[in-house]
């Protein structure tokens, strides 16, 4: 098993609607939590950050965590051709290095 | 400012030759991280350092692997007698700080190495 899990996809939402992005962990003491989106051939970039259960929201994206579960979720709202990217989950202990999963390739449909 | 910053961008070596790769942090992060990254696959944990200190090697394939950070800012990714399956994008990333509450990564553009 993976320590950090995410659906492969392709994952394609028409413009407009709602995309949403999930993604599992194992390690019970990871304390941070990190969305990045990378366009094809290029370097992986923030997208949002979250370190405490609930929802966090920045513009169109929404990220929320739930520790308990060990499940942490991005929601894209009014989608964009220009959201069309894959979405790298990665996940923290205290100890430093961020673990990532395999990434969700979003496509999103004029 | 300027962001992390990686050479080359891209390598071609030939199977058992020596590389070195370059990353030349932010100013003023203390952490920087070396990750590998094949197609379809996420970024690959290789090593981390804290100042001049190696935190974590954990990611380190083997003993080919090395890398250092001797003042603490520009670091160096060593691969001896490289291998074809070493072939892969190395991407460098640093961040203000590491540990409890971690601050996130800014990656580089990555190098992009092909072994022969």
């Known amino acids: 098993q993976k320590e950090v899990e995410q659906n492969s996809g392709p994952l394609s939402v028409p413009e407009g609607a709602i995309a949403s992005l999930n993604c599992t962990y194992s390690?019970?003491?990871?304390?941070?939590f990190f969305w990045y989106r990378q366009y094809s051939g290029k370097s992986p970039e923030l997208i949002m950050s979250i370190y405490s259960n609930g929802d966090k929201e920045d513009g169109r994206f929404t990220a929320q965590l739930n520790k308990a579960s060990q499940y942490v979720s991005l929601l894209i709202r009014d989608s964009q051709p220009s959201d069309s990217a894959t979405y790298l989950c990665?996940?923290?202990?205290?100890?430093?290095?961020?673990?990532f999963g395999d990434g969700t390739t979003l496509t999103v449909k004029p | 400012g300027a962001g992390v910053s990686q050479t080359p961008s891209n390598k071609v070596t030939e199977k058992g030759k020596y590389v070195e790769l370059r990353c030349d942090p932010i100013?003023?992060?203390?952490?920087l991280y070396w990750y590998r990254q094949s197609l379809g696959q996420g970024p690959e944990f290789l090593i981390y350092?804290?100042?001049?200190?190696?935190?974590?090697d954990s990611g380190l394939p083997n003993d080919r692997f090395f890398a250092v950070r001797p003042e603490g800012s520009v670091s160096t990714l060593k691969i001896q007698r490289t291998e074809r399956g070493d072939s892969a994008v190395y991407l460098c990333?640093?961040?203000?700080?590491?540990?409890?509450?971690?601050?996130?990564?800014?990656f580089g553009n990555g190098t992009r190495l092909t072994v022969t």
């Open positions: 390690d019970r003491v990871s304390q941070s």
């Open positions: 100013s003023g992060h203390t952490a």
């Open positions: 350092f804290q100042g001049t200190g190696a935190a974590d």
């Open positions: 990333a640093s961040s203000l700080a590491g540990g409890a509450n971690n601050s996130p990564l800014h």
């Open positions: 990665a996940v923290s202990t205290n100890a430093g290095k961020s673990t």
